[in-house]
């Protein structure tokens, strides 16, 4: 079974500088993707960014960005320039790859980022 | 487009009551995930259904929790005789595929 690990039960950065969260896994699939969703006051679930396992380049979405280490199986969100709008909980999140997959979500507990003024 | 709508989004009951949840996939999705998320906890999956089929309820307790997707209307998740550990929040996805899943905004069980 797949099991998604995130040691940091609460974080806070100080606005426009850089935090790392940090997400481990662990299965024994070769294809799977990689999710990292944020989750606001209001409990809206966003996605924030994906990588697909079989892809060595590091996804990138504007200021957010992954170091994916497949062998380690790490996965880890960087932020840059915090802005105070990223304060929510940040979860980590695994799904087998099809076939073999039914789709579904596996989510680690959670990292609470504040972003302080 | 409209995205993933869920109602209610807050839902009280007593117990022994019946709790009804109601989730519109997006337009064009025919996929359906019903997840749940305990206090301080992540999503912890429940049950994926396609159009008149449950395809995955490994994550459904096996007593009291029902789901359903018709061929017309909403997927429902039915839960009977409520308790008070069945207060959570209860979020709908859906997708086109195996793909990005979106998110409804949740609906928050409290059960007295």
């Known amino acids: 079974a797949q099991t998604v690990t995130q040691s940091q039960p609460e974080m806070s950065v100080q606005e426009a500088e850089t935090v790392t969260l940090s997400c481990t896994y662990d299965?024994?699939?070769?294809?799977?993707?990689l999710f990292w969703y944020k989750q606001p006051p209001s409990r809206q679930m966003i996605l924030v960014i994906r990588q697909e396992a079989y892809k060595q380049q590091n996804a990138t979405e504007n200021r957010f960005s992954v170091n994916f280490q497949k062998a380690a199986k790490s996965f880890s969100l960087k932020i840059s320039d915090s802005q105070l709008g990223d304060t929510a909980m940040y979860f980590c999140?695994?799904?087998?790859?099809?076939?073999?997959?039914?789709?579904?979500?596996?989510f680690g507990k959670g990292t609470k980022l504040s972003v302080k003024p | 487009n409209a995205g993933v709508m869920q109602n209610p989004r807050h839902l009280v009951r007593r117990r022994g009551q019946e709790a009804r949840l109601r989730c519109s996939p997006m337009k064009g999705h025919s996929h359906v995930y019903w997840y749940r998320q305990l206090p301080e906890e992540g999503l912890k999956f429940m049950v994926y259904l396609q159009k008149e089929n449950i395809i995955d309820e490994s994550g459904m307790p096996k007593e009291r929790f029902s789901a359903e997707f018709p061929k017309e209307g909403p997927s429902i998740l039915r839960i009977q005789q409520v308790v008070r550990g069945d207060s959570a929040a209860y979020f709908c996805a859906s997708s086109h595929g195996f793909d990005e899943q979106f998110f409804g905004p949740g609906t928050r069980l409290t059960v007295l």
């Open positions: 299965t024994s699939e070769s294809n799977y993707y």
């Open positions: 999140a695994f799904m087998k790859h099809f076939p073999g997959s039914q789709g579904n979500l596996i």
